[in-house]
C-alpha cells in the first residue's frame, strides 16, 4: 500500500497535518477532499496513533466510508448503531451483536485498530469495558474445568443451550464434549474432555462437523452486550421494582387505568424472562437497572487515538436530531405506562459525546469549509483535489497516460 501513499509525501498541507495533529490542540479542520479522498488521507494519517474512531453523521455513510477504507486496510472494522427506538425488533437476529462484539475483542486484543461508526453509534449507553474484559472465558488445553459452573457461565454470557450448535450465540453440552458457537468467530469451537481436564480444542465446520484448526488457548467472547449473573439479575429486579411501585401510584392517583395495565403487563414480562429464563428480551432498554456506571464506545478507546470527524456540521444536525427524535418518543412511552422511568436514559447527548471526543486528537473533514463552533479550531487546511477522467475501463490508456 506504500505506492498509494506516494501522492500524499511532500504535499506541504498533508506534513501540517502530521506535526500538528499530535499536539492535541483543538481540531485540525481540513476542508476541500471529495469523499474517497477523504479515506485516503485518513489512511495516510494511520501511521501517527495505534487507533483511529471514523465519525459520519448516518449510517449509510459510514457504510460508504468503511467500504471505502477497507481497499485500504482489510482489517477495519465497521461498528453499527442499535435502532433505540425500536431495540426490541431486531430483524437481523444477532448480526447486529457479532459486529460489535468483533469491535470490542479488537479494541481488547489488538494494538492497532481502525473503527468506522455513525454517531448514533457513540450515543447509547454500554457496560463498562472492564466487566466485560473480567467476563471472558479463557481455555487453555490440559487444564482442569468444572462443567456444571461453564454451562452457567456461558448462560450469564448470553449463550443459548441447544442440542446441537448451528447459530453463533448457541453452545451444546454432551457427555465430554463442548461446542460452542462464539458470536466473534466464524465457526464453532469444540472443546473435548478427558475427565474434567481440557484434552484438546479445536474449531470445525458446523454442517459436516469436520475438525479445521486446533489450537491451545481459546477465549470467548459474551453473546449479549448486557452480561446478567444471578447477583446482577437481583440487583437490577429491585431497582425496577422501586420505580414500578412510584409509577403504578402515581397512575392510580391520576386514574390512569390503562397505563397501570400496560406497565403492570410488561413488569410481569420481566420477572417472569429474568426469573425463569435468566435473560431478558430488549435488555438494552433496562441497561441502566443492571449497571449504575455506563460508558459508550468512546470510553472504550484509549487517550492515544486519532479521532476522525466526516463533515462535523452534519454530524451536530444528524446528533441533536435523534436526541430530540429519541427524548421526546421516551417521554411518551413512559406515560402510556410502556416502560419504567430509567428506560427513559438509555442515550447521551452530543454535549456529553463532545467532552469524551475532546480527550483525543481531532481531524475533521469537510468538501466546503465552514465554521465549527463545537470544538476551538486551531488549523484551517485546504486541500487542493482533482478528479482524474474516465478511461471507460481502458487499462492500455490508463497506463500509456500514467508514464507520460
Known amino acids: 500500500m506504500e505506492a498509494f501513499l506516494q501522492p500524499l509525501q511532500g504535499l506541504a498541507e498533508f506534513e501540517e497535518i502530521k506535526k500538528r495533529c499530535g499536539a492535541n490542540r483543538g481540531i485540525l479542520n481540513v476542508s476541500g477532499c471529495m469523499e474517497?479522498?477523504?479515506?485516503?488521507?485518513?489512511?495516510?494519517?494511520?501511521?501517527?496513533?495505534?487507533?483511529?474512531?471514523?465519525?459520519?453523521?448516518?449510517?449509510?455513510?459510514?457504510?460508504?466510508?468503511?467500504?471505502?477504507?477497507?481497499?485500504?486496510?482489510?482489517?477495519?472494522?465497521?461498528?453499527?448503531?442499535?435502532?433505540?427506538?425500536?431495540?426490541?425488533?431486531d430483524i437481523h437476529g444477532n448480526l447486529l451483536i457479532r459486529q460489535r462484539m468483533r469491535v470490542i475483542r479488537a479494541l481488547l486484543e489488538q494494538e492497532e485498530v481502525t473503527v468506522v461508526t455513525s454517531i448514533d453509534g457513540c450515543m447509547d449507553f454500554l457496560m463498562p469495558l472492564e466487566k466485560i474484559k473480567s467476563s471472558l472465558l479463557h481455555f487453555k488445553s490440559d487444564s482442569v474445568i468444572d462443567l456444571d459452573q461453564l454451562k452457567a457461565d456461558l448462560v450469564d454470557l448470553g449463550y443459548e443451550r441447544v442440542g446441537q450448535v448451528e447459530l453463533p450465540g448457541q453452545f451444546s453440552v454432551r457427555g465430554g464434549i463442548v461446542d460452542i458457537y462464539c458470536l466473534t468467530e466464524e465457526n464453532p469451537w469444540r472443546i473435548e474432555l478427558w475427565g474434567d481436564e481440557i484434552d484438546s480444542i479445536r474449531s470445525f465446520d458446523k454442517e459436516s462437523q469436520r475438525s479445521i484448526e486446533e489450537v491451545e488457548t481459546l477465549t470467548i467472547y459474551p453473546a449479549s452486550e448486557i452480561i446478567l449473573n444471578q447477583p446482577?439479575?437481583?440487583?437490577?429486579?429491585?431497582?425496577?421494582?422501586?420505580?414500578y411501585e412510584k409509577l403504578i401510584q402515581k397512575f392510580k392517583k391520576e386514574k390512569k387505568t390503562d397505563q397501570q395495565l400496560r406497565l403492570k403487563k410488561e413488569m410481569n414480562r420481566v420477572r417472569e424472562e429474568l426469573r425463569e429464563l435468566h435473560m431478558l428480551i430488549g435488555v438494552e432498554g433496562y441497561l441502566p437497572y443492571f449497571y449504575d456506571n455506563t460508558e459508550c464506545i468512546l470510553d472504550y478507546f484509549p487517550k492515544e487515538s486519532l479521532i476522525y470527524f466526516d463533515e462535523p456540521k452534519h454530524i451536530r444536525e444528524r446528533a441533536d436530531a435523534f436526541y430530540l427524535e429519541y427524548s421526546e418518543s421516551m417521554k411518551s412511552r413512559l406515560e402510556g405506562g410502556y416502560l419504567l422511568p430509567k428506560q427513559a436514559h438509555t442515550v447521551t447527548d452530543y454535549e456529553s459525546i463532545l467532552y469524551q471526543i475532546e480527550k483525543h486528537p481531532i481531524i475533521s473533514y469537510s468538501v466546503i469549509s465552514t465554521e465549527i463552533n463545537d470544538f476551538v479550531v486551531s488549523k484551517?487546511?485546504?486541500?487542493?483535489?482533482?478528479?482524474?477522467?474516465?478511461?471507460?475501463?481502458?487499462?492500455?490508456?490508463?497506463?500509456?497516460?500514467?508514464t507520460k
Open 380 to 402: 484551517t487546511l485546504f486541500m487542493e483535489t482533482k478528479s482524474i477522467q474516465s478511461y471507460n475501463n481502458s487499462f492500455e490508456e490508463l497506463v500509456k497516460d500514467l
Open 232 to 243: 446482577r439479575i437481583d440487583h437490577g429486579l429491585r431497582q425496577m421494582e422501586e420505580d
Open 36 to 89: 474517497s479522498q477523504k479515506v485516503h488521507l485518513m489512511y495516510g494519517l494511520s501511521g501517527l496513533f495505534p487507533c483511529h474512531l471514523i465519525l459520519a453523521d448516518d449510517e449509510r455513510n459510514a457504510k460508504e466510508i468503511y467500504e471505502d477504507y477497507r481497499f485500504y486496510d482489510k482489517n477495519v472494522y465497521f461498528y453499527p448503531a442499535k435502532d433505540l427506538l425500536f431495540f426490541q425488533a
